[in-house]
């Protein structure tokens, strides 16, 4: 059930519990109402003779909608003849949500089902669908939607942005509404104390100390608001202190009404964020003792409280991607082949539980949910010639490895949910359409990720040993592939990327150079000095390191190899060759359990899921205990509760974590942290010059950008641009479509409320792409922050560019909101997006 701006609907209205009244309505005989008094704010007026749940509001709707007059209909006079005089706010109304109901329940032997649940406290619109199943009949589907109305004659309503920096002042609106028949003089309250984390602005933009200050009023407003659906606005100016969820409580109380409202502001750092994390895999045998330190090392240009850091701790390899499979990269998944990360990472978890006979209903059918989610948004990246792309049919061809790519998970997914066979077979036929005389097979859309076509010049050895995977996961050898692969081995040689996808594609075959391919793969190998094994590409330029981080993460084209090994080795379930590659993958993941992007993560989670199910012992009983400065902390994890993840806050960011343990198993830690900081790295392969132009007086925006690759290699993969609003604007929607005809620009999405653009482009060259963002005031905000720009390559996220932009400006609020101060009526204009368009009015 979702909230939605509809008319046509039953009006909530609060009364004594139990009451009955009679009501006239369209029929010949009056009929009998009752109140649920199991709502205790907001009332449900239902028909005594009706279903006593929900649907029985549902049925009086769909009756009304639908034209029939057999049955009441409650008009606007009815409830005014009817309704109490309300007491003064009781209770502060808290809950907001997007969604309300999304449940199933089974119907009793009449086909009838009854489903009880407290309407949330937001004033609008619901809107209820259903579907039901029979073994018999099938699937049954309801003809049309049903709406509820929540209401209350009087309320208030926080107008928020998305977020706010710390140290921007702005000015928070309250809007106040009276559907009551009188005028009402209304005393707004805005809570505050030392500990609200904002404070209250003079009108010369200096903080204002309440107890200096003399002024005992200084967070209250008397507005007087006309009845009959009469809306208006008070502000308070303040200045957030503190970084975080900070709650604002605001009142309203008038002569015979009265509201209350508690909601979060969301209050960002200054700078930009950095995520990092120090993974510790604890092998405990014969009861042995561990023990490590972690240190929290952070630059010296860290934002001053913005540091956070967690100790996590799992039982199972796979125990990082059961908890978080929902987030395990943080980036856009605008294009198709970014939302197969959210696809198929969940086919790995369904196969690792079933393997080691560990059901879990809760995990399974979140898993399920995606992937059936996963595969229906898939499809929209499906071209007319039944090839995939990252953008569809926007793209000038289908891509072969994109293709490769959608097959082969496609075919692992089918035990799981419903594949149409149609799909693959067609997409697995454009895929033999791109096969050469040479057996090798060619791209002829967009090369988003370059490594794939390392090889031979006729055609990438690796990319012809990818789609050679795929066919074969498919039950379909390639004679023609597999022979143009095994004739090009020598070529790859020193390419441990190509050479690591051929060895699992001949392995794959049973080709009889199998042995021949894994050897020379073997002999690339880097072995470190704590005994893990991975392989690191030759291509590409060294990746520059950041010194104020203390560990290095190695490129996502490293993982993906190391992982294409470990599934070469899990083929045979040799989990001995395989133990080093698993410690050296499972130090690379990020704090989600991922890893940097969409194919690493893919590979070396398909690589890990298959070494667990080989490896799984369910002996692990560990005892696992944490100092951190004066803090100490004790965690257990056993076979019950493996696959649970421990977490723990730690309250001393400057001491380091010691992390001792003793017992039995192999359990997995890990210390994540993140901070921020406003230092910008001078060594990025991108550049994007850019020129902000104020407009309208400052209300509106145009950054100018023209982005560009540094590098001499010429260009880079796929790149994605991340670029923030200034506080209290939004872009402009129906200008960011207009960006599409850009033919470097393949998509733009936004995100955060508007208040976010995210720009994919075409592999970058050298030549700048051009485009203008513009966006418009929609909140008083002044001091503002920089906002932030991030550009990088997708494939390899380290190689960004991370730059800042800020108005020239510098508007005070007394200057947009001189009146924001008045204790009493507030008549400043609203600017653009202030509307109050939205809000529920009585239908008559």
């Keep these: 059930m979702d909230g939605g701006g509809f008319t046509n609907d039953l009006v909530m209205q609060r009364m004594p519990a139990d009451m009955e009244v009679k009501l006239l309505s369209t029929s010949a005989a009056p009929s009998t109402i009752r109140i649920r008094s199991e709502f205790p704010e907001s009332w449900i007026v239902t028909l005594l003779d009706a279903e006593p749940l929900h649907f029985a509001v549902n049925k009086i709707v769909y009756q009304r909608i639908m034209g029939?007059?057999?049955?009441?209909?409650?008009?606007?006079?009815?409830?005014?003849?009817?309704?109490?005089?309300?007491?003064?706010?009781?209770?502060?109304?808290?809950?907001?949500?997007?969604?309300?109901?999304?449940?199933?329940?089974?119907?009793?032997?009449?086909?009838?089902?009854?489903?009880?649940?407290?309407?949330?406290?937001?004033?609008?619109?619901?809107?209820?669908?259903?579907?039901?199943?029979?073994?018999?009949?099938?699937?049954?589907?309801?003809?049309?939607?049903?709406?509820?109305?929540?209401?209350?004659?009087?309320?208030?309503?926080?107008?928020?942005?998305?977020?706010?920096?710390?140290?921007?002042?702005?000015?928070?609106?309250?809007?106040?509404?009276?559907?009551?028949?009188?005028?009402?003089?209304?005393?707004?309250?805005?809570?505050?104390?030392?500990?609200?984390?904002?404070d209250f602005l003079n009108k010369d933009g200096s903080v204002l100390k309440s107890r200096d200050s003399g002024e005992r009023n200084y967070n209250t407003r008397v507005v007087s608001v006309l009845g009959g659906g009469v809306s208006k606005a008070v502000y308070f100016p303040i200045v957030p202190t503190e970084i975080g969820m900070v709650k604002l409580i605001v009142t309203a109380q008038a002569t015979q009404a009265g509201d209350g409202v508690e909601e979060p502001l969301r209050v960002e750092p200054e700078g930009y964020r950095v995520d990092r994390n120090a993974p510790v895999v604890i092998e405990l045998k014969n009861d042995d003792d561990?023990?490590?330190?972690?240190?929290?090392?952070?630059?010296?240009?860290?934002?001053?409280?913005?540091?956070?850091?967690?100790?996590?701790?799992?039982?199972?390899?796979?125990?990082p991607v059961l908890s978080k499979i929902d987030d395990l990269v943080r980036m856009p998944y605008g294009c198709g082949e970014q939302n197969m990360l959210n696809f198929v990472p969940n086919i790995v978890v369904l196969r690792y539980l079933k393997a080691t006979s560990r059901a879990d209903p809760a995990i399974e059918a979140k898993a399920m949910k995606y992937m059936e989610a996963g595969y229906q948004r898939e499809l929209n990246y499906r071209r007319l010639d039944n090839s995939f792309s990252a953008f569809g049919e926007s793209?000038?061809?289908?891509?072969?490895?994109?293709?490769?790519?959608?097959?082969r998970s496609f075919a692992q997914a089918r035990p799981y949910i419903f594949v149409d066979a149609s799909v693959l077979t067609k997409s697995i036929a454009f895929l033999n359409g791109q096969q050469m005389e040479t057996g090798a097979f060619a791209e002829h859309g967009e090369v988003h990720h370059k490594d794939m076509q390392g090889g031979a010049s006729e055609g990438g050895i690796g990319l012809t040993a990818y789609v050679v995977v795929a066919l074969l996961e498919n039950g379909i050898r390639n004679d023609n592939g597999i022979a143009f692969l095994e004739k090009h081995l020598d070529d790859l040689k020193n390419d441990s990327y190509a050479l690591a996808v051929t060895a699992y594609a001949l392995r794959l075959a049973n080709s009889e150079k199998k042995a021949e391919a894994l050897e020379a793969l073997e002999k690339l190998q880097m072995v470190d000095k704590d005994g893990t094994i991975h392989w690191s590409s030759s291509k590409g330029i060294d990746k520059s390191k950041d010194t104020t981080q203390y560990f290095y993460q190695p490129r996502p084209v490293d993982v993906e190899t190391t992982g294409y090994v470990l599934l070469n080795y899990m083929l045979d379930g040799d989990t001995a060759r395989g133990l080093p590659l698993v410690r050296w993958l499972t130090g690379q993941r990020n704090a989600y359990g991922g890893f940097s992007s969409t194919q690493d993560t893919v590979i070396a989670l398909q690589a890990l899921g298959s070494y667990a199910e080989h490896a799984?012992?369910?002996?692990?009983?560990?005892?696992?205990?944490?100092?951190?400065?004066?803090?100490?902390?004790?965690?257990?994890?056993?076979?019950?509760?493996?696959?649970?993840?421990?977490?723990?806050?730690?309250?001393?960011?400057?001491?380091?974590?010691?992390?001792?343990?003793?017992?039995?198993?192999?359990?997995?830690?890990?210390?994540?942290?993140?901070?921020?900081?406003?230092?910008?790295?001078?060594?990025?392969p991108f550049f994007c010059s850019k020129d902000l132009k104020e407009l309208r007086a400052g209300n509106r925006m145009q950054l100018d950008l023209c982005c560009n690759y540094t590098r001499s290699s010429g260009k880079s993969n796929m790149a994605v641009a991340e670029i923030d609003a200034l506080t209290g604007f939004k872009f402009d929607e129906e200008e960011m479509g207009k960006l599409t005809s850009i033919s470097d620009l393949q998509r733009v999405e936004l995100d955060h409320d508007d208040t976010k653009m995210n720009l994919y482009f075409n592999p970058l060259g050298g030549s700048p792409v051009c485009l203008s963002l513009f966006s418009d005031l929609t909140y008083y905000v002044a001091d503002q922050k920089p906002a932030q720009i991030v550009l990088f390559d997708y494939y390899n996220p380290e190689e960004q560019m991370k730059s800042s932009y800020s108005s020239r400006q510098s508007r005070s609020l007394s200057d947009t909101c001189p009146n924001c101060w008045s204790t009493g009526e507030s008549h400043s204009p609203l600017p653009r997006g202030h509307s109050s368009s939205t809000t529920p009015t009585l239908q008559e």
């Design 290 to 319: 561990f023990e490590k330190v972690v240190p929290l090392l952070w630059p010296n240009d860290v934002v001053k409280g913005s540091q956070k850091a967690h100790f996590e701790l799992i039982g199972d390899i796979m125990g």
């Design 616 to 684: 799984y012992s369910p002996d692990t009983n560990a005892t696992v205990t944490i100092t951190n400065g004066a803090d100490n902390h004790a965690f257990t994890v056993s076979a019950a509760n493996a696959i649970v993840l421990q977490s723990y806050e730690l309250p001393n960011i400057d001491s380091n974590v010691v992390i001792k343990a003793s017992g039995k198993g192999t359990v997995f830690a890990q210390v994540s942290y993140s901070y921020h900081r406003n230092a910008l790295r001078d060594d990025s």
């Design 395 to 407: 793209d000038k061809s289908g891509s072969t490895w994109l293709t490769a790519f959608v097959v």
């Design 68 to 198: 029939r007059s057999d049955g009441p209909f409650m008009r606007k006079h009815a409830v005014a003849e009817i309704m109490l005089e309300p007491p003064p706010v009781t209770k502060i109304r808290t809950k907001f949500p997007e969604s309300w109901i999304v449940t199933s329940f089974d119907s009793g032997s009449n086909g009838e089902a009854v489903y009880q649940s407290l309407a949330p406290d937001t004033i609008t619109s619901w809107v209820a669908s259903a579907f039901a199943i029979n073994e018999n009949s099938g699937l049954g589907v309801a003809p049309s939607t049903s709406k509820l109305r929540v209401f209350r004659p009087f309320f208030i309503r926080l107008n928020l942005p998305y977020s706010v920096k710390r140290g921007e002042k702005f000015a928070l609106q309250v809007l106040v509404f009276n559907y009551m028949e009188k005028e009402q003089d209304v005393t707004v309250t805005l809570k505050h104390d030392e500990g609200s984390g904002f």
